[in-house]
């Protein structure tokens, strides 16, 4: 139930106007609440039964009186209980990271921190990021995280970001390297890099990286079985794990590719000039490479989707990622097939529209899925 439908179905009740259909709504909220809410802010068991109880006990009793003054005094006194959990349960989870019992949803992008703890990050939040000291490492400005570079650390200690599909957001490093994370990606990096130490970070998905220059700490991106060595340059890295193939684009600077099974400067590192791309099959285990568009692989930093020449199966992955939704292809006639098509912020539906007014790709909506007949 939404706020807005709760606050009015809670002045009916105040004001005795309420319904019976109504009344078996508010009580259907009432078991919701008690499973997905209440559940999550009081590790003593008993003190939380004993309260949620207590307030839809108060509530349900009024249920039964006729007499309108005694319902609008107690349940009034319900309804101020209540407020008061809610606020307490948000405190509680705004100060309380370590809450076990914490229920991500499965849309949330979250940030793990070097002791474990995970925070759910909120879109349009300000929220400031602490080490395991109390100090202030990093700070969320609603789409953006920064970390500072407060020499502080004298060990490395990693935080990971995770970002679900529908979704991305723009990371700023200790060293002011700034990723631009794209859907169903996650990055781990180290809080603050240590003197000495490469600049190693591990990224899963896709990611564009505008790296800070510093000859003397060599940059590293690992992915998927491969290393991507810079000292300062941009890049687009994609690197899912259903994907056959590790793509990385350089659209400046110089970087070079090897395998985990390598080693940086051996024969068989692979160098990288911009508007190149490398393509590294992970099941060969070997890196071809091709002059590409750069464009064509970063248009997705500005909302965007282009493809070009791409497979039927690719794009549905990519689409299935950029709007968090379900597709299956019964048609295995598209499946190879390759195709162009440019997209820019516009919904699933007007997409499926445009690709059956130009292709003839007939689909339908069913149980939450697309269906590509």
Do not use: C
């Not at 349900?60 to 005694?70: A, D, E, I, M, V």
């Not at 110089?254 to 080693?263: G, I, K, M, P």
Request: glycine share 6%.
């Amino acid at each position: 139930m939404q706020e807005q439908e709760f606050k009015k179905l809670l002045d009916k009740y105040l004001n005795g106007s309420i319904s019976n259909q109504e009344l078996e709504i508010l009580e259907k909220f009432k078991q919701e609440l008690k499973l997905a809410h209440l559940e999550l802010h009081f590790n003593d068991e008993a003190h939380k039964n004993a309260i949620k109880e207590s307030l839809w006990t108060s509530i349900n009793t009024q249920t039964r009186s006729k007499r309108r003054k005694s319902i609008f005094w107690k349940v009034s006194a319900a309804a101020a209980v209540f407020i008061g959990l809610m606020a307490i349960g948000y405190f509680y989870l705004q100060n309380n990271t370590s809450n076990t019992n914490l229920i991500i949803p499965e849309n949330a992008i979250t940030l793990q921190l070097e002791n474990g703890d995970v925070k759910v990050i909120n879109e349009n939040g300000q929220v400031e990021v602490l080490d395991t000291n109390g100090n202030v490492v990093g700070k969320q400005d609603g789409k953006s995280l920064k970390y500072s570079d407060s020499a502080s650390k004298t060990e490395l200690a990693y935080n990971t970001l995770t970002v679900p599909r529908g979704k991305t957001f723009q990371l700023q490093l200790s060293d002011g390297t700034v990723t631009h994370l794209n859907a169903g990606s996650s990055i781990q990096y180290p809080v603050q890099f240590i003197p000495g130490s490469d600049r190693l970070v591990l990224i899963t998905g896709e990611a564009y990286l505008n790296v800070a220059k510093d000859p003397e700490h060599p940059f590293i991106v690992n992915t998927n079985g491969l290393n991507v060595r810079v000292l300062g340059t941009q890049f687009n890295v994609s690197a899912y794990p259903e994907d056959e193939t590790t793509e990385v684009v350089l659209v400046e600077g110089a970087v070079s590719l090897y395998t985990e099974e390598e080693e940086y400067g051996s024969e068989k590192n692979v160098y990288l000039k911009p508007g190149f791309k490398g393509s590294f099959d992970k099941a060969k285990n070997n890196i071809d490479t091709s002059e590409v568009i750069t464009s064509l692989y970063t248009s997705w930093i500005n909302g965007k989707l282009v493809f070009r020449n791409m497979t039927f199966s690719n794009i549905m992955k990519k689409l299935e990622r950029h709007y968090d939704v379900t597709i299956i292809n019964n048609n295995s006639d598209l499946t190879h097939e390759e195709f162009n098509a440019n997209f820019g912020n516009e919904p699933i539906e007007d997409v499926l529209m445009e690709l059956k007014a130009n292709y003839g790709i007939e689909y339908q909506f069913l149980n939450d899925k697309i269906i590509i007949q």
